[in-house]
């Protein structure tokens, strides 16, 4: 019998759990039925296809500074802005109604999305019991890829046969629960000392740590 601090399934992993399931689950659900409805506001298709992939142009963008972010703000307030802004641009969703404010929502939603994945993916690691904590982030991280195969799914069957605007619905409430799960989070967040990186790193090194590159390369070519 392990004691309690070995437990990996905790109502704090189920919560952090739910946070990384449903804002992943809000990206898949819109995937595939936000090139369908830019398609029928009368986009081409490379339009429609941008539309889709935009979001994954603001998560990029978001997810470079969330790092600063993280340690300027603190794990808390990223979390509650990022993940604020990711619900609130589900909103926007149903205003939409040009080509281009798609285009803007969709890149603001990635926005929200990048540092608000990274948020929940370090609050989520002092949670875990450090005896088995590879076990648990293992467990932790299939919340992204069950959205993958959930998501796109469910929104395909709504845009299919309810309509756009119940794939926007569903968006909502997903970002909704991702928010409540935070919200009641013990976030175990270390004291830093003031935030001030400018003197340490400057120019790419703010975004890239250059003694990994190789590694990465390394493994990239053998993944």
């Known amino acids: 019998m392990g004691n309690n601090e070995d437990k990996i399934f905790t109502s704090q ?6 946070a990384l399931f449903f804002t992943s689950f809000v990206m898949y659900v819109l995937m595939s039925p936000i090139t369908q409805y830019t398609t029928n506001m009368g986009a081409s298709a490379s339009v429609a296809g941008l539309a889709s992939g935009i979001y994954v142009i603001g998560g990029v963008i978001s997810l470079a500074h969330s790092g600063m972010a993280l340690q300027k703000w603190g794990w808390r307030n990223t979390a509650y802005v990022f993940l604020g802004l990711h619900l609130i641009v589900c909103f926007l969703y149903f205003i939409s109604n040009s080509i281009e404010m798609i285009l803007l929502v969709r890149f603001l939603h990635g926005l929200g999305m990048g540092a608000a994945g990274a948020a929940i993916i370090t ?3 002092p949670i875990f019991p450090k005896k088995r904590f590879g076990e648990s982030m293992g467990y932790f991280l299939i919340g992204t890829p069950l959205a993958v195969g959930i998501g796109p799914a469910i929104g395909n069957y709504l845009i299919d046969n309810v309509s756009a605007e119940s794939c926007f619905i569903i968006a909502t409430v997903f970002a909704v629960l991702a928010l409540v799960c935070i919200f009641f989070v013990d976030i175990k967040e270390p004291k830093t000392e003031n935030y001030n990186t400018r003197h ?5 090194e703010r975004f890239l740590e250059l003694k990994a590159i190789p590694l990465s390369l390394h493994l990239l070519c053998f993944s």
């Open 13 to 18: 992993f189920f919560l952090i759990f739910g």
């Open 123 to 125: 609050i989520a690691t």
């Open 200 to 204: 340490e790193y400057s120019g790419i």
